[in-house]
Nanobody
Framework: QVQLQESGPGLVKPSQTLSLTCTVS??????????WNWIRQPPGKGLEWMGV???????YYSPSLKSRTSISRDTSLSQFSLRLSSVTPEDTAVYYC??????????WGQGTQVTVSS
């Protein structure tokens, strides 16, 4: 049973960079059957896909966030990470890491609240 756990600061100041890490247990982030996503949900809004890192380290980002987003991984720690630069209060959201198979989300972390505020 795979488990995903997000970690990182819950409060970030405007214009700074938001950094989150997802630690994966019970599965390998280099397994070719899966890809690893970041998805967020702002308060009162729907889910927003941010980007994905594949089993081979390839990355793809939402066009609307591409200029500010970076996803990386550390295979030795079984972790993948999100960096979102130049944050504003509109980036306040619950952030989820999600395992994907055949283009469908199959496993979710519990989510972590990030608030952007001075």
């Amino acid at each position: 049973q795979v488990q995903l756990q997000e970690s990182g600061p819950g409060l970030v100041k405007p214009s700074q960079t938001l950094s989150l890490t997802c630690t994966v247990s019970g599965g390998s982030i280099t397994d070719s059957n899966y890809a690893w996503n970041w998805i967020r949900q702002p308060p009162g809004k729907g889910l927003e896909w941010m980007g994905v890192i594949g089993y081979d380290g390839s990355t793809y980002y939402s066009p609307s966030l591409k200029s500010r987003t970076s996803i990386s991984r550390d295979t030795s720690l079984s972790q993948f990470s999100l960096r979102l630069s130049s944050v504003t209060p509109e980036d306040t959201a619950v952030y989820y890491c999600v395992r994907q198979r055949y283009l469908r989300p199959v496993d979710w972390g519990q989510g972590t609240q990030v608030t952007v505020s001075s």
